[in-house]
């Protein structure tokens, strides 16, 4: 619990540096030029770099001057983990499905014997890590043609 408080409040604790709108803005921009379809590897991978770097401005440089700033502070953090997570699933997930949603230019065909399944996140050892779950049978009747309807 003290590590987590002490972390939580590291931001109240530095008399300058960067504001959380600052970074905030930083991460979406990012999500926005590297994150988004069509999903190029290469491109990615520069994002996950760029995540990263956010990341250590956050936990050295990332200042809250008042209460505001500090709750604006988590959210930034939560915005960046979930960019990362996105970023990983994308680039674990080799194929193209749903649309344009996530559509892999290095990867343009979907491939249902491989990806016809859930994909996962957690975290091991403070690195996340993916893997598939199979689906299981649906509970109501599903014809083909609608299956295929999100394609």
């Known amino acids: ?55 250590d401005d956050l936990e050295t440089a990332l200042v809250a001057r008042d209460a505001h700033e500090l709750m604006r502070s988590l959210e930034v953090s939560s915005i960046l983990d979930c960019a990362d997570m996105a970023a990983h699933a994308s680039l674990f ?11 892999r230019v290095d990867y343009p065909k979907k491939d249902d014997d491989n990806w016809f399944c859930h994909t996962l996140l957690r975290k091991v050892d403070g690195r996340l890590v993916s893997e598939k779950r199979p689906i299981q049978p649906y509970i109501v009747p599903i014809e083909n043609e609608e299956r295929t309807a999100y394609d």
């Open 1 to 55: 619990v003290k590590a987590e408080q002490k972390r939580v409040l590291a931001p109240t604790r530095r008399e300058d540096g960067i504001p959380p709108n600052q970074l905030e803005y930083k991460t979406r921009r990012l999500v926005n030029d590297y994150l988004q379809p069509p999903k190029v590897t290469a491109r990615m991978r520069i994002g996950q770099a760029r995540l990263a770097e956010i990341r």
């Open 93 to 103: 997930r080799t194929e193209s499905r749903w649309g344009l949603y996530h559509n």
